[in-house]
């Protein structure tokens, strides 16, 4: 049973925008943590950005000012808009959503969507 679904990935030229959906298909989702991941060929996955279930939104010190992430809980959704791409922005990105930790159980992870920066 699938998840999360991870969309709005594609090619971009460097400057462009794009922004990335997560679809949950989870209830209670508005309990969840959210993450955007990305991970580029050859390396670790890495964090792009976090959400809590209060709203609360840190990011990768290179994403900065870049990126923003968001959520509508009425729509299970969460966003990751991205502005201000550069080729090294070119990875698999996907979504992870951590319920409370009291719950004890584990997190999901979406199947990722392609983000491709180039001329």
């Known amino acids: 049973q699938v998840r999360l679904v991870e969309s709005g990935g594609g090619l971009v030229q460097p400057g462009g925008s794009l922004r990335l959906s997560c679809a949950a298909s989870?209830?209670?989702?508005?309990?969840?943590?959210v993450g955007w991941y990305r991970q580029a060929p050859g390396k670790e996955r890495e964090l792009v950005a976090a959400?809590?279930?209060?709203?609360?939104?840190n990011y990768a010190d290179s994403m900065k000012g870049r990126f923003r992430i968001s959520r509508d809980n009425a729509k299970n959704t969460v966003y990751l808009q991205m502005n201000s791409l550069k080729p090294e922005d070119t990875a698999v990105y996907y979504c992870?959503?951590?319920?409370?930790?009291?719950?004890?159980?584990?997190?999901?992870w979406g199947q990722g969507t392609q983000v491709t920066v180039s001329s």
């Open positions: 989870l209830r209670l989702f508005s309990l969840y943590a």
């Open positions: 992870n959503a951590d319920p409370p930790t009291n719950w004890g159980t584990s997190s999901y």
């Open positions: 959400i809590t279930s209060g709203g609360s939104t």
